[in-house]
């Protein structure tokens, strides 16, 4: 059975905030070659959830992503003979034993089951993922999750930490100054007391339990949906983001995500200072840091728990009051034509630019003459189980990534973003810049905005920057893997339509405009400087992001291809 679509849709789940797209591979029905009819599943799924995790902060975005990726491959783990789960790399803990039910049907199935029960355990219920797969009748979808497994866990508490990690016996990477390693091993050591101490809480999977009720059911697929759902919010809740906000003490009104290490403005010169943000409907606040506490709290996905004392990014090479850098973001608002407009809005969305990476992973192996000799299946090019492995490591690095610009990065150095620095040091000055809808023009740097909203968190180093160099790695060396090059094909972006812009509707662009990469490593740059060009971030935080974060998306790469060694 194969699904021919004229028009192929690829959609699938990556991070950021803000809206639902779609990219397209333009085929001809008789052109289309053979893919596994599973993946119409995701193709329903995934625009139902994103509405839901992009109105999260990025890391927590980026969470989402990488768990509900994770879970996806883990029903293809528990259905095999050989296959490894996600969040452990070795075998489920749960596996089905009949080996009758080791096939693509079972596995497709406990992934829309298993999405329908995060959604009700991460979120009380998605019901726009209920109604969009009502167009597959020969699927079974149970809303809730039922009691017996939710039985399935046990807790105590009322604190924790969690900052074990999984990978924690694996080699480092990195070559870092002493000074810099002995500091952050420093602070690494003073937080974890801080917060370990009298900390009990604890929530973990009953795998015992869950076991049982799956074998009672003979391993059906429904019922394998929620044991690895319920698995995945396990270890969600003591990953060390603080999910539940029960970290620190709180039994009562605890606010989810909360930060467990003590951090505060530091309000000294130079370093990081919230900005006054403002609804458009009368309501203005002060940002509060987003999260400061998962770089030293955060389980990693692949990368091992060595990286989180070695890897530590450079000093910046800034002047004492920033006086040169606000010269170069001010000059370089100044050459925001309508082609870097639509860069700086299209890289600051990440689930947008995650898309259009599987986009052309998918269209990549339709058109290359590929054959699947790993997971492939009779007849056909893209099998449902390629699709889901290639964007579990994907969505694992933009995690790890994250993390790890997070730790001493964001918060060590704790520098100040260039709006602060340019409206409370230059104030009253006159200055020629980029003002929204009205180009370039002069006026009082009090009133300065970067060119889209400025994160609430530290400048140095650039998040961005970070993560798309490690999807950089993951991407090529994924390819590499499979036998494919990542060279020699274009990324291109959706076109972007008169006037369609979200930060200048009705005016930006002034004519079409389709983004065309021709290869990832020239995407990942282009989304790296395009927070310098937006005003967001200072010149050198770039290059130090990416300098952090090289070789993340390797090890990720190689983690992922072991998930499937036999």
């Not at 995934?46 to 992009?54: E, G, N, Q």
Request: hydrophobic letters at 35%.
């Amino acid at each position: 059975m194969t699904i021919a679509f004229s028009k192929v849709a690829i959609l699938l789940l990556g991070i950021g905030g803000g809206g639902t797209f779609t990219s397209t591979i333009n085929v001809n029905a008789q052109q289309l070659p053979p893919i596994a009819p599973e993946i119409s599943y995701l193709l329903a799924t995934i625009p139902t959830l994103i509405p839901t995790i992009s109105k999260y902060e990025t890391p927590m975005a980026s969470r989402f992503a990488a768990y509900y990726d994770a879970t996806w491959w883990n029903c293809v783990a528990a259905f095999s003979a050989d296959y490894h789960d996600a969040f452990t790399q070795v075998r489920p803990a749960v596996v089905s034993a009949n080996l009758a039910t080791h096939n693509t049907a079972n596995r497709a199935s406990c992934v829309v089951q298993a999405t329908a029960s995060l959604n009700a355990l991460f979120f009380g219920g998605v019901s726009e993922y209920l109604a969009a797969m009502e167009i597959f009748p020969e699927l079974s979808i149970q809303d809730e999750v039922p009691d017996d497994i939710r039985s399935c866990t046990t807790s105590s508490g009322p604190t924790s930490s969690a900052t074990a990690n999984s990978n924690a016996d694996k080699e480092g990477s990195g070559a870092i100054p002493k000074r810099l390693r002995e500091s952050t091993k420093a602070k690494a050591d003073k937080d974890k007391e801080r917060t370990v101490s009298g900390n009990t809480f604890t929530f973990n999977a009953d795998n015992d339990c869950l076991g049982s009720i799956a074998a009672q059911s003979n391993y059906d697929s429904t019922m394998m949906g929620h044991v690895i759902a319920m698995q995945t919010y396990a270890y969600a809740v003591m990953d060390g983001y603080n999910m539940l906000g029960k970290e620190g003490g709180c039994t009562v009104n605890c606010r989810a995500y909360a930060d467990t290490t003590g951090y505060t403005p530091k309000g000294a010169q130079g370093r990081w200072r919230p900005l006054m943000e403002e609804n458009e409907k009368g309501f203005f606040y002060k940002q509060e840091f987003v999260a400061p506490h998962i770089g030293q709290r955060a389980k990693f996905r692949f990368l091992p728990e060595s990286d989180r004392a070695d890897r530590v990014v450079r000093k910046p090479n800034y002047s004492k009051n920033r006086e040169q850098e606000i010269g170069e973001v001010i000059n370089q608002m100044t050459q925001l034509d309508d082609f870097k407009k639509v860069e700086v809005e299209a890289f600051d969305d990440k689930l947008y630019t995650t898309t259009q990476i599987i986009s052309s992973f998918v269209g990549k192996v339709l058109t290359e003459g590929y054959i699947d000799t790993e997971l492939g299946q009779d007849g056909l090019i893209l099998s449902f189980e390629r699709l889901l492995h290639f964007n579990v490591g994907l969505t694992a690095a933009e995690m790890d990534s994250i993390i790890t610009a997070w730790k001493e990065e964001k918060v060590v150095y704790d520098l100040v973003r260039p709006t602060s620095v340019i409206i409370k040091d230059r104030e009253d000055e006159e200055i020629t810049t980029w003002a929204k809808t009205k180009g370039v023009t002069t006026y009082q740097a009090r009133y300065f905005e970067a060119y889209i909203r400025v994160m609430p968190h530290a400048e140095y180093t650039s998040g961005s920057s970070c993560l798309f160099e490690a999807v950089k790695d993951y991407f090529q060396d994924y390819l590499i893997g499979i036998g494919l090059d990542p060279s020699s094909f274009p990324i291109v972006f959706p076109t972007v339509n008169p006037g369609e812009s979200k930060v200048e509707p009705g005016l930006t662009p002034q004519s079409p405009i389709t983004l065309t990469y021709d290869n990832i490593a020239d995407m990942a740059e282009a989304g790296s400087w395009s927070r310098f060009n937006g005003g967001m971030h200072f010149r050198d935080s770039v290059p130090a992001g990416q300098e952090l974060c090289s070789g993340i998306g390797n090890i990720a790469a190689s983690a992922t291809f072991n998930l499937i060694v036999m």
